[in-house]
């Protein structure tokens, strides 16, 4: 700046200098994070919603408008309880919107983890499943200012548990021996047939290889190995053998492995 005489003549100048190396630094590093927050934000694989504590949507990413199969339109100030969602809980029971993780990690100040629902907005199509998420996010007096809502689309995974489970019903109303098992060849599961049969309960065999705890002194050993040989390399294979039951008992058994990619 000048300095000036009694005269007010300028006869100097003082300069005057701050380092703000730092706070430069500071700046650059934030504006970095901050996009590749924005990158991260974007590009994740699941859906992202961030509320504020009306519960009104600031922000998201494309894969919730994906998921939710909503307009973007929709999504700018949408609140969550602006639109009517039928929902349900896994065992059927029918929730409204002050159930779902936002309103519940708002109320309780919570993150809420793994809250699996189905949801639809029209009652003619199938429900979407989702596993979702909320963390509450507060200011400097504790209070909620912010919930991010993410949630991953389960629909397929969903449907093939339900056909399982299906699948399973069937084979426990069947009268043959159901087993399956694992790559090793180990038996995982068997159905109630097995206890009427032979006279052992699932978890007696669960762990062993079919044919061990049946193997008896006229059973033949090639074709038992020869079933486990089928089960390692899952090959197709058929035969009968002589075995014995859970009490010594003779008895003939068919094998037949249905290998299941």
Same mark, same amino acid.
């Given at each position: 700046?000048?300095?000036?005489?009694?005269? #007010?003549?300028?006869?100097?100048?003082?300069?005057?200098?701050?380092? %703000?190396?730092?706070?430069?630094?500071?700046?650059? !590093?934030?504006? !970095?994070?901050?996009?590749?927050?924005?990158?991260?934000?974007?590009?994740?694989?699941?859906?992202?919603?961030?509320?504020?504590?009306?519960? %009104?949507?600031? @922000?998201?990413?494309?894969?919730?408008?994906?998921?939710?199969? =909503?307009? @973007?339109?929709?999504?700018?100030?949408?609140? *969550? +309880?602006?639109?009517?969602?039928? !929902?349900?809980? @896994?065992?059927?029971?029918?929730? +409204?919107?002050?159930?779902?993780?936002?309103? %519940?990690?708002? $109320?309780?100040?919570?993150?809420?983890?793994?809250?699996? =629902?189905?949801?639809?907005?029209?009652?003619?199509?199938?429900?979407?499943?989702? $596993?979702?998420? !909320?963390?509450? *996010?507060?200011?400097? =007096?504790?209070?909620?200012?912010? &919930?991010?809502?993410?949630? @991953?689309?389960?629909?397929?995974?969903?449907?093939?548990?339900?056909? &399982?489970? #299906?699948?399973?019903?069937?084979?426990?109303?069947?009268?043959? %021996? /159901?087993?399956?098992?694992?790559?090793?060849?180990?038996?995982?599961?068997?159905?109630?047939?097995?206890?009427?049969?032979?006279?052992? &309960?699932?978890?007696?065999? /669960?762990?062993?290889?079919?044919?061990?705890?049946?193997?008896?002194?006229?059973?033949?050993?090639?074709?038992?190995?020869?079933?486990?040989?089928?089960?390692?390399?899952?090959? =197709?294979?058929?035969?009968?053998?002589?075995?014995?039951?859970?009490?010594? #008992?003779?008895?003939?058994?068919?094998?037949?492995?249905?290998?299941? +990619?």
């Amino acid at each position: 700046r000048p300095v000036f005489d009694h005269n #007010k003549k300028m006869y100097a100048s003082v300069a005057s200098f701050t380092d %703000i190396t730092e706070r430069v630094t500071t700046e650059a !590093a934030l504006k !970095a994070s901050e996009e590749k927050f924005r990158t991260l934000f974007k590009n994740l694989p699941i859906g992202v919603l961030l509320y504020d504590k009306d519960f %009104i949507v600031q @922000e998201w990413n494309p894969q919730a408008i994906e998921i939710l199969d =909503m307009d @973007e339109n929709i999504l700018k100030n949408y609140k *969550m +309880n602006s639109i009517k969602w039928d !929902a349900i809980t @896994e065992d059927g029971k029918i929730i +409204n919107t002050e159930q779902f993780p936002p309103f %519940i990690a708002f $109320k309780h100040k919570k993150t809420v983890t793994d809250f699996i =629902m189905g949801v639809r907005r029209n009652p003619a199509k199938d429900y979407l499943w989702i $596993k979702a998420s !909320a963390t509450p *996010m507060f200011n400097d =007096m504790g209070e909620v200012i912010q &919930i991010i809502s993410t949630f @991953e689309d389960i629909s397929e995974s969903k449907r093939a548990e339900n056909e &399982i489970k #299906k699948l399973a019903n069937i084979a426990e109303r069947t009268a043959d %021996i /159901i087993l399956t098992c694992d790559e090793d060849g180990n038996v995982t599961w068997a159905n109630s047939a097995l206890t009427k049969v032979l006279g052992y &309960i699932p978890e007696e065999v /669960i762990g062993y290889k079919p044919g061990e705890r049946t193997s008896g002194e006229e059973t033949d050993p090639n074709i038992i190995k020869a079933l486990h040989e089928a089960l390692k390399e899952h090959l =197709m294979f058929n035969a009968t053998v002589k075995a014995v039951t859970k009490t010594k #008992k003779q008895c003939w058994i068919n094998y037949e492995v249905t290998p299941i +990619n």
